[in-house]
């Protein structure tokens, strides 16, 4: 109770307020840096993986072996029911192949993009599965391929959902990046837990919430207002 009571003495202020200026704008970079470059890869490798599950289903436009979409299936649902700091250790000695290294902002870019694929993946799917399947059937009915369908039906039907969904994404990887700060991660996680709670400087942890939430809340009010833009059926109103 002590040590909280003098994280707030004019002092711990001072030194909140120096780290704001020095170390903040440097941890916000690499929170921001690999945040998008983990969603980059995730959704690289994720976007494709979500319109397997819903094209190669049973009754989708291209079915797939069963035990194929089974195998799938079962990946994705593994790999989202590992918690993430689990999911970190249990593949450093992959990142460590990877990237040289298990400690840095770099190196937690591969645990992310591990995490946030499935992720991605269930919430391309879903997006997908909102479209209006009168509008599949048409183009099946005008003789359109499979990847005609994807390309130029399933994909641009399904923008507004899937801007959001990308929106979702962002903001909850950019929570794994916090969670990444406690075994070796750098960014904002990283400065709240070694310079804040470790060594008992509160304000500088609460400052460093503060501007997490801050930036969520501004990629999260982009992304709604680019899904609002671009859905055909808000500009039709």
Avoid at 41 to 53: C, E, Q, R, S
Wanted: charged share 10%; hydrophobic share 50%; proline share 5%.
């Amino acid at each position: 109770m002590n040590n909280f009571a003098n994280a707030f003495t004019p002092e711990r202020l001072q030194e909140a307020w120096e780290c704001l200026q020095n170390e903040f704008p440097f941890a916000i970079w690499e929170t921001l840096y690999s945040t998008l470059l983990a969603t980059l890869f995730a959704v690289i490798i994720g976007l494709p993986l979500g319109v397997l599950l819903v094209t190669g289903e049973k009754k989708g436009i291209r079915p797939l072996p069963s035990s194929l979409m089974g195998f799938l299936n079962v990946l994705i649902n593994l790999l989202r029911s590992i918690p993430f700091i689990i999911l970190m250790v249990m593949i450093i000695p992959l990142t460590r192949l990877i990237v040289g290294t298990s400690l840095g902002t770099v190196a937690s870019i591969v645990p992310l993009t591990i995490a946030a694929f499935p992720f991605i993946a269930r919430l391309v799917e879903s997006s997908l599965r909102e479209v209006n399947p009168n509008i599949i059937e048409t183009a099946q009915s005008m003789g359109a391929s499979p990847m005609q369908i994807v390309l130029h039906v399933m994909l641009p039907e399904s923008v507004p959902s899937l801007v959001t969904n990308i929106t979702l994404a962002i903001t909850t990887i950019m929570g794994y990046t916090a969670m990444s700060g406690a075994v070796g991660g750098g960014g904002l996680g990283k400065l709240a837990l070694a310079y804040g709670y470790q060594r008992y400087r509160y304000a500088v942890l609460y400052l460093a919430v503060i501007v997490l939430v801050v930036i969520t809340q501004i990629i999260q009010s982009f992304g709604t207002w680019l899904a609002a833009k671009l859905d055909k059926r808000l500009k039709n109103k």
